[in-house]
C-alpha cells in the first residue's frame, strides 16, 4: 500500500483509534510588580514575582483561582491556541511563551480524558496593566508565588504546574540573560543582583560581582556604559555612593557543568 492509498483510509478505520476528550493549552504567565520605597536613605525599589490567574466562571471548579488557557481547534497549533486563549481571557497578546511541559495524570479533568499541554513567559509588568476578563475568567488577578502556591485553592493540577513553571523560571533566570527584561538599558549590578534574587530567593552570592565582570564563562555578558569621551557613567539614584553603571550585551555563552 502506498502512502496515498494509506492516508485515505475509511472513516471507520480511523474511528479505532482513540484520543482525548480534549487537549487544552494552560499559560503560566510571571511578571516582576515593581513599587518605590519610601525611606530616609536612598534604596533600590521592592520587587515581588508574580503570576497571573484567572478565577473560573463555570463548572468545574467555579469560582476557583486557575492559570489562564482554553481547548485547542482543530486549524491551529498548541502555540497559536495558547496565544488565543491568552487573549481572549486576559486582553494580553504577543507575549513570548515557552513550552512547559504535558500534563496528563489520570483524574486531572473531571470532564474527562484531557491532556493539558503548558507554557510559561516571563513578561515586563506593563504589558499585563491593561489586563481584562472575558470568555471563560470571571475575574484576572496578580498573586506572589507563595500566595498562589500556600494560600489559594488552584483548580486542575494548576498547583502542580506553577510549581514547574517556577522551577523553571528560575533555572532562566541563573543560566540565561532574562533579567535584561526587567532592568533599564543601564543599570548598576545591585539593581541586576536584586531581580535575580526576586526570582531565587536563594541565590546569595557573596562575589556576585566579581564573578559576574571577571569569570572567564561569564566574561562579554555586560559591559560597562562610557560617555562619548570614554569616560565612565556612575548613578547614585539607589545609593548614596555613585556605582559604575553596566548594559547587557548580545553575548550569549555556552556554559558547560565541567568549566
Do not use: C
Not at 49 to 56: A, D, E, F, G, T
Amino acid at each position: 500500500m502506498n502512502e496515498k492509498e494509506e492516508q485515505k483510509k475509511p472513516i471507520n478505520e480511523v474511528k479505532k483509534y482513540r484520543t482525548p476528550d480534549g487537549i487544552p493549552a494552560d499559560i503560566v504567565m510571571f511578571t516582576l510588580t515593581r513599587q518605590e520605597r519610601k525611606a530616609a536613605t536612598k534604596s533600590l525599589p521592592r520587587f515581588d514575582l508574580k503570576v497571573m490567574l484567572i478565577k473560573r466562571r463555570s463548572w468545574p471548579f467555579a469560582g476557583a483561582w486557575a492559570l489562564p488557557g482554553g481547548f485547542s481547534q482543530e486549524d491551529e497549533s498548541l502555540y497559536e491556541t495558547a496565544r488565543r486563549e491568552l487573549k481572549e481571557e486576559t486582553g494580553v497578546d504577543g507575549s513570548h511563551l515557552e513550552y512547559l511541559g504535558v500534563y496528563s495524570a489520570p483524574g486531572r479533568d473531571p470532564r474527562g480524558w484531557i491532556i493539558s499541554h503548558a507554557f510559561f513567559a516571563l513578561v515586563e509588568e506593563w504589558v499585563l496593566e491593561k489586563r481584562q476578563s472575558a470568555d471563560d475568567a470571571q475575574e484576572v488577578g496578580l498573586f506572589t508565588v507563595r500566595e498562589a502556591l500556600e494560600e489559594l485553592q488552584l483548580a486542575f493540577d494548576h498547583r502542580e504546574i506553577l510549581q514547574d513553571a517556577y522551577k523553571r523560571i528560575q533555572q532562566q533566570m541563573l543560566q540565561t540573560t532574562i533579567a535584561k527584561q526587567f532592568l533599564p538599558p543601564h543599570f548598576t549590578l545591585g539593581e541586576l543582583y536584586q531581580v535575580i534574587q526576586t526570582v531565587v530567593p536563594d541565590f546569595a552570592e557573596l562575589n556576585f560581582i566579581r564573578k559576574i565582570t571577571s569569570t572567564r564563562s561569564r566574561q562579554g555578558i555586560l559591559e560597562e556604559v562610557r560617555d562619548e569621551n570614554g569616560k565612565p557613567m556612575l548613578s547614585n539614584q539607589y545609593s548614596q555612593r555613585p556605582a559604575q553603571l553596566y548594559r547587557f550585551t548580545d553575548y550569549t555563552p555556552q556554559l558547560s557543568i565541567y568549566t
